[in-house]
C-alpha cells in the first residue's frame, strides 16, 4: 500500500480499530499503550523482590526454594488488570500488546539482571497440536519482541513433546507433574555454557519455568534466566 494511501484510511482505520489499552482494553488516544487509569493502578513490582518468585519481598511465600534457574523477574502482578490485559493478549489475539510487555519486561530485565551477560533468549514452547490450532505462538512473539529491544539473538532451544492440561486449569497440587518430562531442547551446541534468558508469559506455581530450565541446564547452560510479563505467589508444590 502506498504511504498516501496510508495516510488517506488512517482514519477509517482508527474508527473500526482504535487503539486500545493494552491492559483494560478501553479505547485510548491513538500512539498511546496503556490508559491514564492503569498508568496509576497497574499492580507494577516496585522496589526489593525475591529472586526466585519475583513477588514484592513482603508478598514472597516461595520460602526460596532452590530452582534450577538462577533468577526471575517480572514487571507486574498477575492480578487486577494485568489478568484483563493478558486474556485480551493471549485469546483474543490482541497482538498490539506485545509490544507493550516486551517493553516492560525489557525495562524488568535491565534493573534486575544488569550485571549478567545474556547470550540468547528462548521462551516456553508449544507443541506442533497448539501450535497449528492457533498458528502462532505468543510466547515466541514476545520473545522476539523482545530480542529486539535487548538486542539479543532469540533461539528456539526448547521443544514440548506432548499436549498437557493448560497449567492455569491445574490444581496446584497436580502442577509439577503436569508439566514432568514434558520438555526437550534441540540445537543443544547453542545452550552449553551459555547464559540463557527464558521467557513465559505468567509464573503461577513456577513449574513450567523450572522443569524448561532443568532441561537447559541438562543440556549444561552456565545460568538460566527467566523473566514472565506477571507473577503470583502461589506455591510449588
Ligand atoms: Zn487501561
Ligand atoms: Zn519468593
Redesign the pocket.
Known amino acids: 500500500m502506498s504511504a498516501l494511501l496510508k495516510e488517506l484510511l488512517s482514519p477509517i482505520r482508527a474508527a473500526f480499530f482504535p487503539d486500545r489499552?493494552?491492559?483494560?482494553?478501553?479505547v485510548?488516544p491513538k500512539d498511546t499503550k496503556?490508559?491514564k487509569?492503569?498508568?496509576k493502578t497497574a499492580p507494577v513490582i516496585r522496589g526489593n523482590a525475591c529472586h526466585l518468585c519475583a513477588m514484592p519481598e513482603k508478598e514472597c511465600t516461595c520460602k526460596k526454594h532452590s530452582r534450577y534457574y538462577t533468577a526471575l523477574t517480572a514487571p507486574f502482578i498477575y492480578k487486577d488488570?494485568l489478568k484483563t490485559g493478558i486474556h485480551y493478549w493471549k485469546y483474543k489475539n490482541y497482538t498490539v500488546s506485545t509490544s507493550f510487555f516486551a517493553e516492560m519486561i525489557a525495562s524488568s530485565v535491565k534493573e534486575n539482571f544488569s550485571d549478567v551477560t545474556l547470550d540468547y533468549i528462548t521462551f516456553v514452547p508449544q507443541t506442533e497440536k497448539e501450535m497449528a490450532e492457533k498458528g502462532y505462538n505468543q510466547t515466541e512473539l514476545l520473545a522476539d519482541a523482545l530480542g529486539e529491544k535487548l538486542e539479543l539473538p532469540v533461539a528456539t532451544l526448547l521443544v514440548k513433546l506432548y499436549e498437557t492440561n493448560r497449567q492455569h486449569d491445574t490444581e496446584l497440587l497436580f502442577k509439577s507433574g503436569n508439566v514432568a518430562g514434558v520438555f526437550d531442547c534441540v540445537q543443544t551446541e547453542k545452550i552449553k555454557g551459555k547464559n540463557i534468558l527464558l521467557i513465559d508469559d505468567i509464573k503461577t506455581s513456577g513449574n513450567t519455568l523450572n522443569e524448561c530450565s532443568k532441561m537447559l541446564s541438562l543440556y549444561d547452560a552456565e545460568n538460566v534466566y527467566c523473566a514472565v510479563i506477571a507473577t503470583t505467589n502461589l506455591r510449588r508444590n
Not at 489499552?21 to 478501553?26: G, K, P, Y
Open positions: 489499552c493494552a491492559l483494560c482494553h478501553r485510548i496503556v490508559c487509569t492503569c498508568r488488570v
